[in-house]
T-cell receptor, first 116, second 114 residues
């Protein structure tokens, strides 16, 4: 069966410090990978998605970047955190779909980032 | 572009009572519709999805949803709520694409009282 692991679960960082959140998927190949941010009362905001190694698309201009160094690894980074980067970050994967029909998103447990 | 409206931010129901969570969507073509549930501090889990066909969709944990094109709605229902159903529920609409072009609503937080 497929599993998704995301870490760290919680992180408290000072403003201006770097960030690295990691996500790995097991039990599947060539997944689509996603980073979402969840803020209270604002639902889920798609930050980045990737359809293959080295292929990253950004949905929202921001202080963050993403990389996909391996097929099942997705990393969210920042060189200098801002207060506004605080939030709950969710990694997700989905299988490649036939006919471009969207399928199910499988989410990790999330990483809560607090920037002080 | 698609959008989703969940008009109820918080809902409180008694255990054993029926539940209906509202969702309205905006999309120019036949939508792909989803309901996800999130327990506190956790990721999201798919409850059910609608792509086509029968407009009444059955999901996990005893939930169902009905697609009403004329009302642009996809409301989630459960006939008898259990305390373990307390969570946040997200409606989402998807569009065809090489990746999941899924737009989420802001969520409805469900509280269940004894």
């Amino acid at each position: 069966s497929q599993t998704i692991h995301q870490w760290p679960a919680t992180l408290v960082q000072p403003v201006g410090s770097p960030l690295s959140l990691e996500c790995t998927v097991e039990g599947t190949s060539n997944p689509n990978l996603y980073w979402y941010r969840q803020a209270a009362g604002r639902g889920l905001q798609l930050l980045f998605y990737s359809v293959g190694i080295g292929q990253i698309s950004s949905e929202v201009p921001q202080n963050l970047s993403a990389s996909r160094p391996q097929d099942r690894q997705f990393i969210l980074s920042s060189k200098k955190l801002l207060l506004s980067d605080s939030g709950f970050y969710l990694c997700a994967w989905s299988p490649r779909t036939v006919g471009l029909r969207p399928g199910e998103l499988f989410f990790g447990e999330g990483s809560r980032l607090t920037v002080l | 572009a698609q959008s989703v409206t969940q008009p109820d931010i918080h809902i409180t129901v008694s255990e054993g009572a029926s539940l209906e969570l509202r969702c309205n969507y905006s999309y120019g073509a036949t939508p792909y519709l989803f309901w996800y549930v999130q327990s506190p501090g956790q990721g999201l889990q798919l409850l059910l999805k609608y792509f086509s066909g029968d407009t009444l969709v059955q999901g996990i944990k005893g939930f169902e949803a009905e697609f009403k094109r004329s009302q642009s709605s996809f409301n989630l229902r459960k006939p008898s709520v259990h305390w373990s159903d307390a969570a946040e529920y997200f409606c989402a609409v998807g569009a065809p694409g090489g990746y999941q072009k899924v737009t989420f609503g802001i969520g409805t937080k469900l509280q269940v009282i004894p």
